[in-house]
């Protein structure tokens, strides 16, 4: 069966610093990608998306980026982290049609 | 107008009764309608997903699709405490990129 894992569950960072978080698919190829975020009370923002090795879809202009450096590895990076980018980061896969999430991560920049 | 629309709510319903969650999308587009739930902290879980016009059953949940109309509903029947949470509505519009609404915050009082 097909698992995601996503970490770290937590992490707080002084606003500056770099970021990099990693999320990996297992029992499945070729998967689509995403990263998605969501800020307090807020709904789920696309921010990446990927269809293959090397392409990514950026959705909304920001302080962050994407990589996808092998097939069921999705990496999601920030050279200065600001304040703003706080907030509940999930990396989500799909392969058919329906999306299936990691457990997140709960970012907050102080 | 955004892509995908829900009333934030929250909805409150009494335990036993029917809940009724809209959400209404403005890609014509659209092929696929997912709808999630989220749990106060955690990742979102699919719990339906709908395709054609009409009606799905799939246990206490029903998902209702009118293309033309380009609304998608979700029918909780026999609501118990526990399907207290939030349900997101997620159309799919291409390389299944889901775009998600903000989100019906769902209450149900024992």
């Given at each position: 069966?097909?698992?995601?894992?996503?970490?770290?569950?937590?992490?707080?960072?002084?606003?500056?610093?770099?970021?990099?978080?990693?999320?990996?698919?297992?029992?499945?190829?070729?998967?689509?990608?995403?990263?998605?975020?969501?800020?307090?009370g807020r709904g789920l923002q696309l921010l990446f998306y990927s269809v293959g090795i090397g392409q990514i879809s950026s959705e909304v202009p920001q302080n962050l980026s994407a990589s996808r450096p092998q097939d069921r590895q999705f990496i999601l990076s920030s050279?200065?982290?600001?304040?703003?980018?706080?907030?509940?980061?999930?990396?989500?896969?799909?392969?058919?049609?329906?999306?299936?999430?990691?457990?997140?991560?709960?970012?907050?920049?102080? | 107008q955004k892509e995908v629309?829900?009333?934030?709510?929250?909805?409150?319903?009494?335990?036993?009764?029917?809940?009724?969650?809209?959400?209404?999308?403005?890609?014509?587009?659209?092929?696929?309608?997912f709808w999630y739930r989220q749990y106060s902290g955690k990742s979102p879980e699919l719990i339906m997903f709908i395709y054609s016009n009409g009606d799905k059953e799939d246990g206490r949940f029903t998902a209702q699709l009118n293309k033309a109309s380009q609304y998608v509903s979700l029918l909780i029947r026999d609501s118990q405490p526990s399907d207290s949470a939030t349900y997101l509505c997620a159309p799919s519009t291409g390389f299944q990129k889901l775009v998600f609404g903000t989100g019906t915050r769902l209450l149900v009082s024992p």
């Amino acid at each position: 069966s097909q698992t995601i894992h996503q970490w770290p569950a937590t992490l707080v960072q002084p606003v500056g610093s770099p970021l990099s978080l990693e999320c990996t698919v297992e029992g499945t190829s070729n998967p689509n990608l995403y990263w998605y975020r969501q800020a307090a009370g807020r709904g789920l923002q696309l921010l990446f998306y990927s269809v293959g090795i090397g392409q990514i879809s950026s959705e909304v202009p920001q302080n962050l980026s994407a990589s996808r450096p092998q097939d069921r590895q999705f990496i999601l990076s920030s050279k200065k982290l600001l304040l703003s980018d706080s907030g509940f980061y999930l990396c989500a896969w799909s392969v058919t049609r329906e999306a299936f999430f990691g457990q997140g991560t709960r970012l907050t920049v102080v | 107008q955004k892509e995908v629309e829900q009333n934030s709510g929250p909805l409150s319903v009494p335990e036993g009764a029917i809940a009724s969650l809209n959400c209404t999308y403005s890609d014509r587009g659209s092929q696929s309608f997912f709808w999630y739930r989220q749990y106060s902290g955690k990742s979102p879980e699919l719990i339906m997903f709908i395709y054609s016009n009409g009606d799905k059953e799939d246990g206490r949940f029903t998902a209702q699709l009118n293309k033309a109309s380009q609304y998608v509903s979700l029918l909780i029947r026999d609501s118990q405490p526990s399907d207290s949470a939030t349900y997101l509505c997620a159309p799919s519009t291409g390389f299944q990129k889901l775009v998600f609404g903000t989100g019906t915050r769902l209450l149900v009082s024992p």
